[in-house]
């Protein structure tokens, strides 16, 4: 009799050591608001769609069209061999090297109209700020101005921590996890830092990838060089396991074969 007990304690153990990692630690944006295929009429949630001002070290690409050769020729963007090779080689982005970075001072040097302060402005104002420098020198031209590169950084409890750079508009702070390889087994969700630059410092800030709310945040769309920290959880090492769940996935079986056992020796013995 004290056999089948323990036989029953047994495996009332491995179902409690099974399931005490619970799901909600795991699954993203939950109670998320859901609507049918149909249901067209309202979204469920409204991106922050603040617009980014520029900052310095930020870099822009600045391109000027004409048939005019003046302005043309002072505009093109060529790039030497030695360059190329940097870039082949990994040390840079080709948009890096044919951009305008902003100084320290908030400004950058163009061809022809000199210094202008862009810092603090968006990218459309800097546009414009440009538009108005150049036709005091030219009456027909195509004017191209955006940030060459959306950058970011993903480290901690991923599968590829490292630095990223979007050729884009956008990033989402989910496009980001995706590109990182997704969170790792022990990797806390509820609780990941994001730090952000702005013209008055840097911010930090904690969001939590559990909770749907995160889609209303103003840090689900990132800024350029945002950084994303990932911590692991509490229960993150025992002894010599790596993990709290690897550690059950290594218990679990040595429980479930001891249970086999002792109900074949019930079986035997009977």
């Known amino acids: 009799m004290k056999i089948k007990n323990l036989i029953l304690l047994s495996s009332f153990g491995i179902a409690l050591l099974t399931s005490c990692v619970a799901n909600k630690k795991y699954i993203l944006l939950q109670n998320a608001k859901t609507s049918t295929a149909s249901d067209t009429s309202k979204s469920n949630y409204q991106l922050d769609r603040t617009i980014y001002k520029l900052q310095v070290n930020d870099i822009l690409y600045v391109s000027v069209a004409s048939t005019d050769e003046t302005i043309s020729k002072a505009f093109s963007h060529s790039v030497g061999t030695q360059q190329m090779m940097q870039v082949q080689g990994g040390l840079g982005s080709m948009l890096y090297l044919i951009g305008y970075s902003i100084n320290q001072t908030g400004e950058i040097n163009l061809p022809i109209i000199g210094n202008l302060k862009v810092s603090g402005l968006s990218v459309t104002e800097a546009k414009q700020l440009i538009d108005v ?110 993990s709290f769940q690897s550690a059950l996935n290594t218990i679990t079986p040595l429980l479930t074969t001891l249970v086999l056992a002792l109900n074949t020796y019930i079986i035997i013995t009977r």
């Open 133 to 242: 420098e150049l036709k005091k020198y030219f009456k027909v031209y195509h004017l191209v101005v955006q940030l060459t590169e959306m950058p970011f950084t993903v480290i901690g409890e991923v599968a590829r921590a490292g630095r990223f750079s979007g050729m884009v508009n956008q990033v989402t702070i989910m496009e980001a996890l995706a590109l990182a390889g997704d969170f790792t087994s022990v990797a806390n969700r509820k609780n990941v830092t994001i730090i952000r630059q702005n013209p008055e410092g840097v911010k930090v800030f904690k969001v939590d990838f559990t909770q749907a709310d995160l889609i209303n945040s103003p840090y689900y769309i990132l800024r350029p060089n945002d950084v994303i920290y990932v911590e692991p959880l509490k229960s993150r090492s025992i002894g010599n396991f790596s």
